[in-house]
C-alpha cells in the first residue's frame, strides 16, 4: 500500500517536473524571428540543459524506485517486518477473561499472558497499558474496585514472568466500558476482560 | 421478610422516645403528629387551602394559586402528610377569613383534618409579602404563623421556607426543603455530575459533559461535591463546587482514587486508592494528602461511609470471598461483618441519626434496597421485584431515602420514605441517571 503511494506521488512528481520545466523554458516560435538571427544555439544549448535535467529527474527517480524494490524485495527483511506487525497486533488484541466477580488467572489467560509476556520481553521499549474490565452486574463502585484488581493480577503474572513493573501501567474502567451491550451471559463473559495497550 | 422487621425492644423503644423528647428542647406537644421514630407512624391529614388575595393585583390570585400548590407538594414529598383532596373541602378560607376568629374548626374535623394551613398574598409592586397560619381543627387553635416578605421571585423560597418551619415544629429536625440531590447521568458521549433541587427541580449540569464520573458526595457544608472523573484518563478525586464551577483535583495517586466519603466534621476525607498494589481505603487530609491507611486485607475494600458522630466507618469488602458491608471502629481500628443475608452487599450509607445503615443487595442478576441496624438487627427490605434498585442516599432529616432503580428500564433517580413507602420517580431528564446523593442541610 505504502509502496503504491510513494510511486504514484513520484511519477506525478516527475510528470509535473516535466511540464514546469517546458512550459518555463519553452523555447520562442521560429517566426518571430528573422532565420538568420534565429537563436539556434542558445536554444539547443537550453534544450540540452532542459534534457539534461529531465534526465538526471528520470534517473533519480528510478534510482530511488529500484531503492525501494530493493530494500522491500529481501523476503527476509519483509518477512521479518511482517510477523513484527502481526505480532504487535496479536498483543494488542489479546483479551484476557474472567469469572463473575472473580480477579484469578484461568488457565486459558494464563496461557496468553506468558505469549503477551514474551513479546514484552522482545519490545523492550513498549511501556504497556493494562485495562480492567468488568460486566454490568453488582455496582458500580466495587466493579472500579474489581477491574483494578484483574489489571493487577495481570501485572502481576507479566511481572513474575519477568517484565519490569515500571512497563506496565494498570488501569481500571469497571463497567463504565462494555464491549457488548446487553443483560445476558454472553455480554455479560465478554465484558469481564483485561485488554492491552501501548503507551 | 416480613419477620424480621418487627426488631425494637419496647425497652429500646421508649430510650429512643426518650432521646428524642430530651435533645428536641422543643415543646413536644407538637409532636403528638409526627413521632419520626415510630416506623409506623401514619400520615397526618391535612387540608392546604389557596391562600386570600390580599392585594387587588390581578396576578395575586395567580400567585394564591401557585403557592397552595408549592405548598402542597413539598408537603407530600415529605412523606408525613396525607392531603386532603380540595373538592373535599366545606370552606374556602382564602375567601371567608385566614385568622383563628373567622375559621369554622368543625368544617374541618367533619372532613377529618387534623391540620389546616391557611394563608395570605400580597402584591406591592415587585414585593410580595405572604403570611401562613397552621391550626389544629381538633383544637381549635393556632398551631404557628408566620410571615414572609420578598420579591416576587421569591415565591418558591418563601413556600419552601414554611414548609421547612413546619416540619421543624413537628419533628425537631429541618426538613429537606433546603437540600439538594447531585447524581450522574449520561450525556452525549459519557456521564457528568448534575445537580438538582430536593424535589427534582432545577437539574443542571455542573461538570463538562462527555467525561466518565462517578460517585458525587457532598461536602458536609453542602457547597461543594467531591466526585472521581478520568478527566485525565485514570480515575482521580477532584472538588467542585456545586455553584461557582471551581474545581480542583483532590487526588491522583497511581491506580484507582475512587468512593471519596466525607468525614462528618469536613476534616477529611476516606477513599479508595491502589498505590500501593491493593485497594484499600485510606483517610486523606483536605488537602488530600494520604493521613493513614484504614483497612489492611487482601482484595477490594471500597465505598467508605462515616457514621455521624465520625466514630465508626462502615465499607464493603471482599474479604470473605464475596463484597459484605464492614464496620470499623475508627478509635480501636477493629472491624466486625454485618451483613450476612446474600451474597453480594455493597453501597452502604450511614442514616443521619446513626442508627441504620442502607445499602444495596444484588442476587439473580436484580438488587434491592435493604436498610439493617448498626449491630446488625432490624434487616428490613424496602424494594423489590423492580429490576436494580441501587445507591441509597438518606435525606439529611432521616425520613427520606433517594436512590437509582431500572423499574422503568432506564435507570432513573427515585425517592422513597425511609420505611420503603412512596416510592416515586425523583428526576425526569432523559438517559440513564445513577449513583444519586443527597446533600447536608445548608444555610439555615
Known amino acids: ?199 | 421478610m416480613n419477620s424480621r422487621t418487627i426488631t425494637l425492644h419496647p425497652v429500646f423503644f421508649l430510650f429512643l422516645l426518650f432521646l428524642v423528647f430530651v435533645y428536641s428542647g422543643k415543646a413536644f406537644a407538637n409532636y403528638d403528629y409526627i413521632n419520626i421514630s415510630d416506623p409506623f407512624h401514619r400520615q397526618v391529614p391535612i387540608a392546604v387551602t389557596v391562600p386570600a388575595s390580599l392585594s387587588d393585583d390581578a396576578e395575586t390570585g395567580l400567585l394564591a394559586e401557585q403557592t397552595a400548590v408549592i405548598l402542597s407538594r413539598s408537603l407530600a414529598f415529605t412523606g408525613y402528610f396525607n392531603l386532603i383532596d380540595a373538592r373535599a373541602f366545606l370552606d374556602a378560607p382564602g375567601e371567608q377569613g385566614i385568622t383563628a376568629r373567622e375559621v369554622n374548626f368543625r368544617n374541618w374535623r367533619d372532613i377529618g383534618a387534623h391540620l389546616l394551613v391557611t394563608g395570605g398574598v400580597r402584591l406591592e409592586g415587585r414585593v410580595l409579602q405572604m403570611e401562613f397560619r397552621l391550626f389544629d381543627p381538633f383544637r381549635q387553635e393556632l398551631v404557628f404563623g408566620k410571615r414572609y416578605t420578598g420579591e416576587a421571585s421569591d415565591l418558591r423560597r418563601m413556600v419552601l421556607r414554611f414548609s421547612d418551619e413546619m416540619i421543624y415544629r413537628m419533628t425537631g429536625d429541618w426538613g429537606v426543603f433546603n437540600t439538594r440531590i447531585a447524581f450522574v447521568s449520561e450525556t452525549e458521549n459519557g456521564k457528568a455530575v448534575y445537580i438538582s433541587d430536593f424535589d427534582g427541580e432545577n437539574v443542571r449540569r455542573i461538570t463538562p459533559p462527555d467525561d466518565i464520573v462517578l460517585t458525587p458526595a457532598w461536602c458536609p457544608e453542602g457547597r461543594r461535591i467531591a466526585y472521581t472523573s478520568y478527566a485525565a484518563d485514570k480515575p482521580d478525586i477532584y472538588i467542585r463546587s456545586a455553584d461557582s464551577g471551581e474545581n480542583e483535583v483532590f487526588s491522583n495517586f497511581e491506580g484507582l482514587n475512587i468512593t471519596p466519603a466525607w468525614k462528618p466534621d469536613g476534616s477529611g476525607l476516606a477513599a479508595t486508592l491502589s498505590f500501593e498494589g491493593d485497594e484499600e481505603i485510606y483517610l486523606l487530609t483536605p488537602e488530600g494528602r494520604v493521613d493513614k491507611r484504614l483497612t489492611n486485607s487482601w482484595g477490594v475494600d471500597v465505598s467508605p461511609s462515616f457514621s455521624p458522630d465520625g466514630k465508626k466507618m462502615a465499607f464493603v469488602s471482599g474479604r470473605a470471598g464475596s463484597p459484605q458491608i464492614y464496620i470499623m471502629n475508627l478509635d480501636t481500628m477493629r472491624t466486625r461483618r454485618l451483613t450476612f443475608e446474600g451474597r453480594y452487599n455493597t453501597q452502604p450509607e450511614w442514616s443521619p441519626r446513626g442508627d441504620r445503615i442502607a445499602y444495596s443487595s444484588m442476587s439473580d442478576g436484580q438488587s434491592d434496597i435493604f436498610v439493617i441496624n448498626a449491630d446488625g438487627s432490624g434487616l428490613r427490605r424496602l424494594t423489590q421485584d423492580s429490576g436494580r434498585n441501587e445507591s441509597p442516599s438518606w435525606s439529611p432529616d432521616g425520613n427520606l431515602i433517594v436512590f437509582s432503580t431500572t423499574r422503568e428500564g432506564e435507570s432513573n433517580i427515585y425517592v422513597m420514605t425511609a420505611m420503603g413507602g412512596q416510592q416515586r420517580k425523583l428526576i425526569d431528564i432523559p438517559g440513564n441517571q445513577s449513583l444519586p446523593d443527597w446533600s447536608p442541610v445548608t444555610g439555615q
Open chain 1, 1 to 199: 500500500m505504502k509502496k503504491c503511494i510513494s510511486f504514484g506521488l513520484l511519477l506525478v512528481l516527475v510528470m509535473s517536473l516535466m511540464m514546469f520545466a517546458s512550459c518555463a523554458k519553452r523555447p520562442p516560435e521560429p517566426e518571430d524571428y528573422p532565420p538568420d538571427e534565429q537563436p539556434m544555439d542558445i536554444r539547443s544549448g537550453e534544450r540540452a540543459e532542459i534534457e539534461a535535467e529531465l534526465e538526471r529527474q528520470r534517473r533519480l527517480a528510478e534510482e530511488e524506485l529500484e531503492g525501494f524494490r530493493d530494500r522491500d524485495l529481501t523476503p527476509e527483511e519483509e518477512a521479518a517486518r511482517m510477523e513484527k506487525e502481526m505480532d504487535r497486533e496479536a498483543f494488542l488484541e489479546s483479551k484476557v477473561y474472567f469469572a463473575f466477580d472473580n480477579s484469578s488467572l484461568t488457565t486459558e489467560a494464563r496461557e496468553i499472558l506468558l505469549r503477551q509476556a514474551r513479546w514484552l520481553k522482545e519490545n523492550g521499549d513498549a511501556t504497556v497499558i493494562v485495562e480492567g474490565h468488568c460486566d454490568n452486574r453488582g455496582t458500580e463502585e466495587y466493579n472500579l474496585a474489581l477491574g483494578s484488581r484483574r489489571a493487577q493480577s495481570v501485572k502481576d503474572f507479566l511481572v513474575n514472568a519477568g517484565v519490569e513493573p515500571s512497563r506496565i501501567v494498570t488501569i481500571s474502567y469497571g463497567e463504565e466500558r462494555p464491549v457488548v451491550q446487553g443483560d445476558n451471559e454472553d455480554a455479560w463473559s465478554k465484558n469481564r476482560r483485561a485488554e492491552f495497550r501501548l503507551r
